[in-house]
Nanobody, 116 residues
């Protein structure tokens, strides 16, 4: 089992930055990959960024060049640095990990609101 706790969301003006954190605990040695998803009101949840155990990263086209995903394996924490935020980035952001048995775990979500 893996437990995830997100933090770092909030209200920011367009063009601003936020850094989301995802603290993992439990069977962290079994984590294969970590990802960030988001779900805007009335829309489906979408994949934002992924980082593998080998630190390979991938991003949705809508956030490429603005968002950066990273992991601190010592502290078992993942991050999503979000720059040049736009109103369309407003959503609840969720951390997700997949373990070596391909079980998927989710955090509780953190709200990001981009508005002037």
């Amino acid at each position: 089992q893996v437990q995830l706790v997100e933090s770092g969301g909030g209200l920011v003006q367009p063009g601003g930055s936020l850094r989301l954190s995802c603290a993992a605990s439990g069977s962290i040695s079994r984590i294969l990959s970590m990802a960030w998803y988001r779900q805007a009101a009335g829309k489906q949840r979408e994949l934002v960024a992924t980082i593998t155990r080998g630190s390979s990263t991938s991003y949705a086209n809508s956030v490429k060049g603005r968002f950066t995903i990273s992991r601190d394996t010592v502290e078992s924490t993942g991050y999503l640095q979000m720059n040049s935020l736009k109103p369309e980035d407003t959503a609840v952001y969720y951390c997700n990990v997949v373990d070596t048995k391909y079980f998927s775990y989710w955090g509780q979500g953190t709200q990001v609101t981009v508005s002037s």
